[in-house]
């Protein structure tokens, strides 16, 4: 996708993936401005550990509490987060969602959940489920939240059982934000089958596979489907415009990814 937005515009540039274990995470960041590299993206687990290597942050990333976005600037790290904004352009463009005023459950409550749960309080749905296996960051997930957007109101539950439940049959958007259903986890979902209602929109952060578990399972009891793809090209084009300082051909990154080509009808990034 990267590249081929480089090669569109002429860049001489190059985006390549970089194995990094949570030991080495300090020794590769503190190495990116040494190496010239112009900027990176942060994914699963280091979204939140990177904070502790960085020089700055912007406002976003500040209140999230994680980054995956990072710019290197006058041999400074600066982090953003454009996770929120991915999530919140692809439910409205590519979901065809009505966010504002909307009740919306978040499965998960690393950085991906954070980033989706204030970007979500910002746009104004009237509420937030945040439900996790372990609880206790769930609840610091839901306070924190409430705390920065006190007119949403944010919850956090268990996720599994009855509550969760009837949690979903109230709500309009099931944002999916855990590895569950990729990798090692593939086949698997978080959510019951049984809990899912045609009246919801499902989406799943995960772009391989690109129809999870969860997907199949919320297309068969005729939900509406949104998979992680669209918000990659989201997050990307912003991650992009930070690092060149050139506006993103989304239509190349949307064709690269297998995505319908047109840039969606509307405000540029709904400001």
């Not at 855990?178 to 090692?184: E, R, S």
């Not at 593939?186 to 989406?203: F, K, N, T």
């Amino acid at each position: 996708m990267h590249n081929a937005a480089f090669a569109a515009l002429g860049l001489n540039w190059c985006y390549l993936a970089f194995q990094v274990s949570r030991d080495h995470l300090g020794d590769a960041l503190r190495g990116l401005a040494p190496l010239g590299i112009a900027g990176v993206n942060v994914t699963v687990p280091h979204k939140e550990a990177a904070l502790a290597y960085l020089d700055e942050t912007d406002e976003d990333a500040r209140a999230i509490g994680a980054v995956n976005t990072i710019r290197v600037e006058g041999g400074r790290l600066i982090g953003h987060n454009t996770d929120g904004a991915g999530v919140l352009e692809a439910l409205r463009h590519d979901g065809g969602a009505q966010v504002e005023g909307a009740r919306a459950v978040i499965v998960g409550a690393g950085g991906a959940a954070r980033g989706a749960a204030f970007a979500l309080a910002a746009a104004g749905v009237a509420s937030i489920v945040v439900a996790n296996r372990n609880w206790g960051r769930a609840a610091a997930l839901a306070e924190s939240t409430h705390r920065v957007f006190p007119s949403c109101a944010v919850d956090a539950l268990p996720l599994e059982g009855a509550r969760i439940e009837a949690a979903l049959r109230d709500a309009a958007l099931l944002i999916h934000a855990t590895t569950v259903g990729g990798g090692a986890q593939r086949g698997l979902s978080p959510i019951a089958p049984d809990a899912l209602h045609p009246g919801l929109l499902v989406m799943d952060m995960i772009y391989e596979p690109r129809e999870t578990a969860l997907l199949r399972d919320a297309r068969e009891r005729r939900c509406r489907t949104l998979g992680g793809l669209a918000m990659l090209v989201y997050q990307g084009a912003r991650a992009f415009e930070i690092w060149t300082g050139r506006q993103a051909p989304i239509g190349v990154m949307r064709e690269a990814l297998g995505l319908p080509p047109e840039v969606p009808a509307g405000e540029r990034w709904g400001r």
